[in-house]
């Protein structure tokens, strides 16, 4: 694979989108069964954390404290990923952060709920964190599939500069970066459903859509050989 094919495949709104549904699913799967904890984006735990030591609550601290330390970790890990497997005539570095994302998702799904829900934020907000690393365009824009903002202010500042200019690419990108937010929602209310009716079990579900977005890429890489 050429470097340009590899950046075709995995920059791609479908591989985009599918990881939006699971970023957003995660939000509400940590938020609503695993103690109130936000995996993906680390401000809401950062607020909280600080809030929690101005009251000196200090095991509270350390609670979201330790997510917030697994999601740098993350980082660290998609960046070695990347550096170790980048030139890898088989599967593209990218593929190898979902594949560990299956996996450690996969065990998390049959972590019991209670004493063990630090275990799973810490390796969900570490799987977050190396997909938000990994996956950082679609089509050449930059944009985020576990969190919003970002992808928000490029949508609404877009939308203005099609206005002033009349240019319809401008348009195309904006509606891209709101097509992201959408799927996100969409995961959010998935993982809603699913966490009532499953419970920690219901994680299994984004590992089907991260195995799909796995088998989107090869396929994606043959068509353009």
């Not at 928000?152 to 509606?175: H, M, N």
């Amino acid at each position: 694979m050429t470097e340009k094919q590899n950046r075709q495949m995995s920059e791609s709104f479908l591989i985009g989108a599918l990881l939006a549904v699971v970023g957003g699913f995660l939000d509400a799967y940590t938020y609503l069964l695993r103690g109130g904890v936000f995996a993906n984006a680390q401000t809401g735990n950062i607020v909280l954390l600080g809030l929690n030591l101005a009251q000196m609550r200090i095991g509270r601290v350390f609670y979201y404290l330790i997510p917030i330390l697994a999601f740098a970790g993350g980082v660290l890990a998609a960046e070695l990923v990347k550096r170790r497997f980048r030139e890898h005539p088989r599967l593209h570095w990218r593929q190898i952060v979902v594949a560990v994302e299956i996996l450690v998702l996969a065990g998390v799904a049959f972590l019991p709920r209670g004493d063990l829900d630090v275990l799973a934020n810490v390796a969900i907000s570490f799987l977050c964190a190396m997909q938000v690393e990994s996956f950082r365009k679609i089509n050449g824009s930059a944009y985020a599939t576990t969190m919003c903002t970002g992808n928000l202010r490029s949508a609404t500042e877009l939308i203005y500069r099609f206005c002033v200019s009349g240019d319809p690419q401008e348009r195309k990108k904006s509606l891209q970066y709101y097509g992201i937010i959408l799927f996100f929602i969409a995961g959010a209310i998935l993982g809603s459903w699913l966490a009532a009716l499953y419970a920690e079990r219901s994680v299994l579900f984004c590992c089907a859509l991260l195995f799909t977005g796995f088998g989107v890429m090869f396929i994606r890489g043959e068509r353009e050989r």
